[in-house]
């Protein structure tokens, strides 16, 4: 039972879409026709969740019934049949559809043409196609996106020859994704490309050029990579979030592109979500930590058999988990989390990611390496292609790995168990050893656990030796950007309102705006900037800090 969906799969349940869109972008909405395959189980019901849909009508049934909006979960669909045959639903989304955003030539690098992409995570595929909107609902789907001449669709399923797509994986609706621009494509391996606007594709190429080894060091630890090609699509810098793991064609920030591969590891985390995550799917938002917390987990298998770094990445994330804890209610220190009467977005939060991945580490010191990615390799092939409940789970490693550590404990209750895995590293701990002689080859993490350990930063002295205001990283200039504002660093002050209106990744805004609004005159400058902003960012990233800067 999946409390976000209005769906009832276990009546009747979709099977396989064929979508018919054209973009608009002069009116901001996608327009066309989804076309339903379905198994009915019982009753003559298909039930399907739509947000902001206007229906123009629904072919080939016996009739239809949309129900009211509901703010975040939409508005089911009741669809009554006639037959076993596919119904068609035609329909136009939303100019403020929650899953899609429409960037003004502005807000792209090369500034002449409009940009399309889709975020269907969590429950936004709704907002953009008449679906079965839950985890637990799997389909294949075919797609024929028309768009203005000189503009190219993509999508995370196959391209055909004929240029419509092909997913014959059957995959949750969240991973359904589109976007629409000025794009150029350059190989970077053999079953991989990247994406992006043409200014970028030199750059992007040459960042994640390292992919390829990514994708046959996964291989080597838990099996086939099984959706044929891994492409890579470089959003422009509004993307809400760092990346999203659609099917055969991760959608990235561009803000990773910090020009020496030190933030890559996103690249790695994406990629593994092709096994956890796309392969076994959480069944339900409240199995959220299944998806990420194998994912960061294998991760950071990943970065230390290619770059040998993945150490730093665990110190770091425990100690961001712990500071995010100390401030959440205990219902959401939990692994399993309920979710009833709350936007799934709401519930994310860094324990799926750092406290699931600590519990798998805490297991793999336990039972030995080599038995805990035996363990894994087979949890993948044996639930490939399924949804899975944290219950199914807990079953499964009950019966191939007894009692590697208090499994209960660790999923359903808020504390971190004892005997909870340690990471440390040496190259950290030189880093606290005080003021650096010598920061040459330095790593990101290095940079970050730097800035992170000090007390009472001196923010001048940082600057004028280190540069911090002019950093290119993405990932330090925000750590250091919050500190100049809890120090009201002035001459850091300009470039804090300059990130904020080039940046839409919600991780980057959020701190920002949250050190901002806890001083008055913080608080100007935050509202100044968000009225100016504002409009430039997604749609997720404004429900989240309309909450933030008021
Ligand atoms: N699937 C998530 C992004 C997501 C989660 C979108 C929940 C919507 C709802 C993706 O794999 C992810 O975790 N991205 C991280 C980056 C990663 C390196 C930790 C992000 O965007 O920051
Ligand atoms: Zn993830």
Known sequence: MDV??????????????????????????????AVLHFDRLAGDELILD??????????????????????FLGAPLRIRLNGPGPVRVRYTTAPGASGLQWLEPAQTAGKLHPFLYTQSQAIHARSWVPVQDSPGVRVTYTARVATPPGLRAVMGAEMQPDGTFRMEQPVPSYLIALAAGDLACRSIGPRSAVYAEPSMIDAAAREFEDTEAMIAAVEELYGPYRWGRYDLLVLPPSFPFGGMENPRLTFATPTVIAGDKSLVSLVAHELAHSWSGNLVTNATWSDFWLNEGFTVYVERRVLEKIYGRAREEAVLGRRELDREMSGLPERDRVLHVDLDGRDPDDGMTLVPYEKGALMLRTIERAVGRERFDAFLKSYFGHFAFRSITTAEFLEFIRRELPNPVPLDQWIFEPAIPAGADEPHSDAFQRVEAGWPANTSGWTTHEWLHFLRVQKEPDLARLDSEFHLTESGNSEILCQWLQMAVAGWYEPALPKVGEFLCAVGRRKFLKPLYIALMKTAEGQAMARRIYASARAGYHPIAQATLDAIVK
């Open 4 to 33: 976000h969906s209005y769906s009832r799969p276990e009546q009747v349940r979709l099977r396989h879409l064929d979508l018919d869109l054209t973009v608009r972008f002069d009116r901001k909405v996608l327009e066309g026709s």
């Open 50 to 71: 739509t947000r902001g849909l206007e229906i123009q009508g629904v072919d080939d049934a016996a009739g239809f019934e949309l129900g009211g909006q509901h703010p």
